[in-house]
């Protein structure tokens, strides 16, 4: 009976000895050991990229970004996009909206992406206009007067500018058609002129940019390209 109790005593002191834990190697303040992987990889990433990580890969940022800007009525920007969509950057919807329009381009689909009044909107191929054209309804309150065209590219061309010197260059009062301009949203009071009377500057809207399909003022036609175009 001794014998069989002293085994026993061998056995459980080789067993403890087995699944004592090993000492960890070097210092126990080295703060790198403690470190979860995770977190360290978080600690490495390179100054200057994004702090929240990035959810989407690029087929599905790609598909997201198609659908938003297809469903759109009006222009998006990336900002505005990202911020929708969350969990990715204006940076990545760049090179998204890259990738849909080279898709678009290869694929031989007649839209494209255009930029526009700041944003991006998905517009059918230029050379589908006269087809296009045959089923679309333009409403009568849409239609521009070739007086208020000319009023409007005055402001266009010459802004900020006073309803004096529209009506210079005009040679006709313009108050009626500039007033409906301003209703229409074309045209915006863009603050007042330091001249005696303080009057009321013009310069056009956002939703002129729109209309016109222009990315901003400098897409406006120059004097050699309504020479050329006349």
Do not use: C
């Not at 070097?26 to 929240?52: C, K, M």
């Not at 969990?87 to 990545?92: R, S």
């Not at 998204?96 to 009044?117: K, Q």
């Amino acid at each position: 009976m001794g014998i069989h109790a002293d085994s026993n005593l061998e056995v459980t002191e080789e067993i403890a000895v087995v699944h004592q834990p090993a000492e960890r190697q070097g210092s126990p303040d080295n703060s790198e050991d403690l470190v979860e992987p995770d977190h360290a990889a978080s600690r490495a990433r390179a100054p200057g990229t994004d702090a929240v990580p990035r959810q989407w890969t690029d087929d599905e940022l790609e598909r997201a970004v198609a659908a938003i800007l297809f469903a759109s009525s009006e222009p998006l920007s990336n900002a505005r996009i990202a911020e929708g969509l969350e969990h990715t950057t204006p940076a990545h919807i760049a090179a998204a909206i890259d990738r849909i329009s080279a898709r678009l381009i290869t694929t031989g689909l007649p839209f494209e992406l255009v930029a526009i009044a700041g944003g991006w909107q998905i517009f059918s191929a230029r050379d589908m206009a006269d087809i296009v054209a045959r089923f679309a309804k333009t409403r009568r309150d849409d239609k521009v007067s070739p007086a208020a065209l000319e009023t409007l590219a005055v402001v266009a061309y010459r802004q900020p500018v006073t309803k004096a010197e529209i009506e210079a260059v005009r040679g006709v009062q313009v108050g009626p058609i500039l007033r409906a301009l301003v209703d229409r949203g074309l045209v915006k009071v863009a603050g007042r002129s330091d001249d005696p009377g303080h009057a009321l500057l013009y310069g056009t809207t956002r939703k002129f940019l729109d209309t016109f399909g222009l990315a901003d003022l400098a897409d406006l036609p120059r004097d050699a390209e309504l020479v050329r175009d006349s």
